[in-house]
């Protein structure tokens, strides 16, 4: 049960560090190569962020569109 425990502290830690990097990488495109920081411009952030998030979002709702028709079409789980 120790151990248990212990495993728990540690996705608590990973949270935490995933939460910094996350801030980081979002903040990192905005300072320029003399860490000024360069003014926001939300047409051009929301461009990359669609063109990053889309596609693979699209493709897992197809994926999971088509697992499940395939599940469906040969008679559910085995």
């Known amino acids: 049960m120790e151990h248990l425990s212990k495993i ?4 608590a830690s990973g949270v935490d560090l995933f939460l910094v990097l996350s801030g980081f990488c979002l903040f990192w495109p905005l300072v320029r190569h003399n860490s000024e920081v360069a003014p926001l411009r939300f047409k051009e952030y929301f461009r990359r962020r669609i063109r990053r998030i889309c596609p693979p979002f699209y493709f897992a709702c197809l994926l999971t569109l088509a697992v499940c028709y395939l599940t469906f079409e040969f008679g559910g789980p085995s």
């Open 8 to 11: 728990f502290i540690l996705g």
